[in-house]
């Protein structure tokens, strides 16, 4: 018996190999080297300290590309959250026709590569022959005279941005919601009736608080890719070259500022690791708060994340 | 809280249903079910109509695309096919998407389902701290570690190669998640015994049983690998240097240097990139959302 449960050793082997060799060392790596003065003039990479760290403090753009990050999230993940519920709630509990066929219908954005989601909005958004400002004169809230030259301003792309990640994800969240939805027993919704609550009751007082786990969950990936957003910043900015980070820099993402320093000009590899720790640290410290504000202390153990 | 109430339930339940066929709304409830559902299609119109227009404008001369909106498709695919070649090989990062993709997308499976298998089946020593540390590996996204990795592939000579781009796929927890799931509701501890004691070696019972049965779970994550894989942007942005290499992702974003003044030739290309992934989401669409919802329920 104990040479079969060897077995389960060797199974595993080759993914944890992998992990620690490709995934986890190259984490630790980047560590490592944002102490370091690793670039094109110093290819070499001598031991620095934290003279990268110091630096950031003073990079005006790194600053800039912390706060466009958030605001990029957050104006997608606030709408993103309130639709997913709401359709999710309307489409397991309103005995909605085609129900299945809507939700496909919102979720493929989702599936779609995402740079090529941003060309298409950056073709879309051209400002004369631009399909957005095509579409706003064909419904009249525009005149042929006045269009709106979006890519021009820093507030529209940003705006932009942040509507094209809440049109690629409020159908995933939607989809999350609704699983944990169809989970809530009937017979809670059908007891509440007989005590007289309403739907908007049974809303608030049962379909919420049950669907709480799948709320952290969405929360969670949610935050930790909005503060990894790159693809579609990267590729939307008016003009030929990417990752300029639009006007008045108002797309420039941390991972955007860390790529545009690790490779491109100048190759500064070990500052642009600073980049990715910084960023790394954020990730860790929002997990934790929002996993100790959010969850009840029964629902830590093993709720969240399943029980193996 | 509920206990009280519940022993009341099952007669409420059947009274419902007996009174469901006769059930009519109110004139109240009918405008309301109305703008519900008009509210409904007008969110199904802003998720669809980028990707309609799309395949239109791919279809119309640059000419027509500036003179205005159209609904219909225009005559222009062909010149438009033409423009497009003139200056990017499309196919090839096709091809070099699959090259990558499905190698990836393979080696996922089958790592994933022999890591899963170990996890479900296997009671060796630290089996749950483990499974946790391959849960916390779904947490990490690759951002983190890319300048790391890219120094790394740099040392063993291996950047500008795809191996930088498939073999980290070997390691994908997501996979190992669903798939244990899926091989501890669905396969019989028994039958596995049965073929042990007939003298079956570990690896074979894993090729011959396990494999075969977790087949419908390894096909969902399959297609949720392969998309994820094949809209991969930053990784292959970052290793590859050359044009013929380059996958499908990193041409697309490159149209907007290319085609500057050919808007319908820059619609088709994106167009190219984006038709498959639809097609494969119309007919896997029940695979794809369980593969997706799975990864947040426990069970």
Redesign the interface.
């Known amino acids: 018996m104990r040479k ?9 082997a ?3 190999i ?2 620690i060799l ?12 944002s102490f370091t003065n ?1 670039s094109s003039a110093n290819p070499g990479g001598e031991w620095v300290g934290w003279a990268n760290y110091a630096r950031l403090l003073t990079d005006q753009f790194f600053h800039k590309s912390i706060v466009n990050t958030w605001r990029i999230w957050i104006m997608n993940f606030i709408p993103q959250l309130i ?1 997913a519920v709401m ?1 999710a709630a ?1 489409l397991t509990r ?1 005995r ?1 026709r085609g129900a299945s066929i ?8 989702n ?14 958004l ?1 400002w ?2 631009g ?1 957005i400002n ?2 706003l ?2 419904l009249g809230i525009i005149d042929e005279a006045n269009k709106i030259h979006f890519l021009a301003s820093g507030a529209w792309t940003s705006t932009f941005v942040s509507l094209i990640l809440w ?1 690629m994800w409020f ?2 969240s939607m ?2 919601f609704m ?2 939805m169809v ?1 809530v027993p ?3 919704y ?2 509440a ?3 007289g609550a309403g739907a908007w009751q049974s809303f608030w007082k049962i379909t919420l608080p049950l669907i709480r786990p ?1 709320m952290i ?2 929360l ?2 949610s935050l ?2 909005g503060l ?1 957003n ?2 579609i910043p ?2 939307i900015g008016e ?4 990752g300029t980070g639009g006007p008045e820099k108002s797309i420039l993402t941390m ?1 955007m500022h ?2 545009n320093l ?2 491109t000009a100048g190759r500064q ?1 070990g500052y ?2 600073a980049i ?1 720790v910084i ?2 640290v954020m ?1 860790l410290i929002f ?1 934790l708060i929002i996993f100790k504000l959010m969850t009840r202390r029964e629902e830590m153990a ?2 969240v ?4 | 809280m ?1 206990e009280h ?2 022993p ?2 099952p007669a ?2 059947k009274e ?1 249903k007996a009174v469901k066929p006769a059930r009519r709304l109110k004139p109240g409830q009918v405008v309301g079910r109305i703008f ?2 008009l509210f ?1 299609i007008l ?2 119109v ?3 109509t ?2 309609y ?2 395949i239109i ?1 791919a279809t119309r001369s ?1 000419v027509e ?2 003179r ?2 159209s609904l219909i498709p225009g005559k222009s695919l062909i010149d438009n096919y033409i423009t497009m070649q003139q200056s990017m090989n499309i196919w090839r990062g096709f091809l070099n998407s699959l090259i990558v993709a499905v190698p990836s997308t393979l080696l996922a499976a089958y ?2 389902a ?2 899963a ?3 479900s089946k ?3 020593r630290g ?2 701290a ?6 916390g ?1 779904m ?14 592939a740099v040392t063993l000579r291996l950047v500008n190669t795809y191996w930088v781009l498939i ?2 796929s ?2 994908t927890g997501s996979t ?2 669903f798939l ?2 899926y091989m501890d509701a669905n396969l019989d501890s028994a039958l596995l015994e049965a073929a ?1 004691v007939d003298g079956s070696s ?1 690896l074979g019972i ?1 090729h011959r049983i396990v494999l075969p049965i977790s087949l419908p779970g390894i096909a969902t994550m399959s297609i949720l690998n392969f ?1 994820f894989t ?2 991969n ?2 990784t292959p942005l ?1 290793m590859l240097f050359d044009k013929d290499k380059f996958t ?3 041409l ?2 490159l ?3 290319t085609y ?1 003044q050919n ?1 319908g030739a ?2 088709l290309a ?1 167009a190219i ?2 038709v498959p ?2 097609i ?2 119309v007919l896997f ?1 029940n695979y ?2 369980a593969g ?2 799975a990864g ?4």
């Open positions: 079969k449960e060897n077995y389960g050793y060797l199974f595993i080759p993914f944890f992998v992990f490709l995934q986890l060392y190259p984490i630790i790596y980047t560590f490592y080297l690793l639709f359709l309307i309103a909605i809507f939700r496909g219908i919102y979720f493929l954005p599936l779609v590569t995402a740079a090529s989601v941003g060309i298409l909005f950056n073709v879309m051209g004369q022959s399909t095509q579409i004169v064909a049109w159908g995933h989809i999350l699983a944990a989970a009937q017979e809670y059908d007891a009736a007989v005590d799948i969950y969405v969670v990936t930790i890719g990894n790159f693809d990267f590729v003009g030929q070259n990417l991972v860390m790529y690790a490779f590899r642009a690791a990715a960023l790394f990730v997990s093993g709720r994340l399943p029980r193996p | 509920q109430v519940l009341a339930v409420r339940a419902r519900l559902y409904l969110l199904a802003i998720c669809f980028p990707f227009l799309m404008n640059t695309i500036n205005g909106l790592f994933g022999l890591t298998y170990a996890f296997f009671n060796f089996n749950r483990l499974f946790w540390v391959v849960l590996t947490m990490i996204p690759v951002q983190l570690g890319i300048i790391g990795y890219f120094q790394m073999l980290p070997i390691a190992v998640f244990k799931m042990r570990e894993f998309i094949w809209n942007y930053l970052v499908l992702p990193i697309i974003a149209v907007k240097g500057k808007l820059s619609y994106v990139s984006i992934i639809m494969a989401f669409s794809i959302i997706v919802t947040a329920l426990k069970e």
